[in-house]
Every structure is written in structure tokens, then in C-alpha cells.
T-cell receptor, first 112, second 110 residues
Framework: NAGVTQTPKFQVLKTGQSMTLQCAQD?????MYWYRQDPGMGLRLIYY???????DKGEVPNGYNVSRLNKREFSLRLESAAPSQTSVYFC???????????FGDGTRLSIL | TQLLEQSPQFLSIQEGENLTVYCNSS?????LQWYRQEPGEGPVLLVT?????EVKKLKRLTFQFGDARKDSSLHITAAQPGDTGLYLC??????????FGSGTQLTVLP
């Protein structure tokens, strides 16, 4: 059972480069989320998609964009990477707002 | 300031000891979820509590939701090295996304 799959697992970028993090879920969930996790700060919500066709900003959206490509896929794009965006990024999905979330294994992103 | 404060931030104990970690807030939540995260992996749901005063047990883990639904605790009896991980609480409120605490990093030494 795949659950939530994130690619890539690791990435190193130079300041100013762009990249897209991919996420797919096979649980037929309506809602999908992107978080970043930094030491001592828990999980902070970047963007979420409550249902196919909708996206909304979370707590820390600046510097990011998202696309809900279809019900399964939710991508996160960094248009011009900055060192402050060095973090571990997690994608999650759930049946709806407030319901338990299922997480991928994360993308470890370093920006030099 | 975190909406959900977890304490302690770090905890290192010997195998066989008991421990309690806390998740506190000044806000009322409709539900409280606990997750465990192991190195290199995403968080995995352990339990959801929804009723004030509710107690749920999962083998050696006991979860309690405060009467006022503002706080929760996780008690582990006879901790084992396999319990090592980051424990995260997350609060749910109507029409809002989950809010995560900053976590308690537990290390159980053999």
C-alpha cells in the first residue's frame, strides 16, 4: 500500500533556482496539504487543498506556489529558492478538514 | 507563540521507566490527535480523542483529553527503545486546519 508518495526524497539547490516537489496519494482523499518541518518548530502548514480544484494559503505561504493537478496529485513549487527554505517538506492527505492525516516520508531540501 | 505547547521538548529515559508528555493550549479543540514520527519518516497517527475527559489506551500508551478540551497528555508505561521518536499533538477546530505542536523528542535508552 503506497499511501502518500513524495518525490524526490533529497534535493540540493542553489539560491535562485526553481523546483517542484511532487506528491500523490492513492487513498481517494479529498484534502491534501504541504508542510515544512524545522527543528523546534513542529509542522507548519504552507498550503492546502480542501478539495480538487481549490487551494488555500496556510501559515507560511510566502515563496511557494501549489497546484492541485487532480484528486490524487498536489505539487509544491519554489520559484526562486532561498536559503531560508532549507527544510524537510511533508505532503499529507486526509478525508477532510480536521480528520487524521496520512503523511509521506518527506523531501529533504537544502538550498545553498 | 505556538497555539499548542508541548512539554518537555526533549526527554531521555532508561528502558522500563514511565513517562508523561503534555500538550497544552489556551484554545478549545474539537479533537486532539497524537502522532509519532521516526527518523526519516513522516508522522503516523496514534490516536484521536474527541470528548472532554476521554481516556484511550493503546497497549502501553495512555492518552487523555482534558475536561475542558484545551489540553492532553500521553503516558507511556515501561518504555522500550522502540518507543523512541518525536511525539506530536495536533488540535482540530471546526472549519480550520489542524494545528500541530512543536513536539516532544523521546529517547529510550536500552
Amino acid at each position: 500500500n503506497a499511501g502518500v508518495t513524495q518525490t524526490p526524497k533529497f534535493q540540493v539547490l542553489k539560491t535562485g533556482q526553481s523546483m517542484t516537489l511532487q506528491c500523490a496519494q492513492d487513498m481517494n482523499h479529498n484534502s491534501m496539504y504541504w508542510y515544512r518541518q524545522d527543528p523546534g518548530m513542529g509542522l507548519r502548514l504552507i498550503y492546502y487543498s480542501a478539495s480538487e480544484g481549490t487551494t488555500d494559503k496556510g501559515e507560511v505561504p510566502n515563496g511557494y506556489n501549489v497546484s492541485r493537478l487532480n484528486k490524487r496529485e498536489f505539487s509544491l513549487r519554489l520559484e526562486s529558492a532561498a536559503p531560508s527554505q532549507t527544510s524537510v517538506y511533508f505532503c499529507a492527505s486526509s478525508g477532510g478538514s480536521g480528520q487524521p492525516q496520512h503523511f509521506g516520508d518527506g523531501t529533504r531540501l537544502s538550498i545553498l | 507563540t505556538q497555539l499548542l505547547e508541548q512539554s518537555p521538548q526533549f526527554l531521555s529515559i532508561q528502558e522500563g521507566e514511565n513517562l508523561t508528555v503534555y500538550c497544552n493550549s489556551s484554545s478549545v479543540f474539537s479533537s486532539l490527535q497524537w502522532y509519532r514520527q521516526e527518523p526519516g519518516e513522516g508522522p503516523v497517527l496514534l490516536v484521536t480523542v474527541v470528548t472532554g475527559g476521554e481516556v484511550k489506551k493503546l497497549k502501553r500508551l495512555t492518552f487523555q483529553f482534558g475536561d475542558a478540551r484545551k489540553d492532553s497528555s500521553l503516558h507511556i508505561t515501561a518504555a522500550q527503545p522502540g518507543d523512541t521518536g518525536l511525539y506530536l499533538c495536533a488540535g482540530g477546530r471546526p472549519a480550520r486546519q489542524l494545528t500541530f505542536g512543536s513536539g516532544t523528542q523521546l529517547t529510550v535508552l536500552p
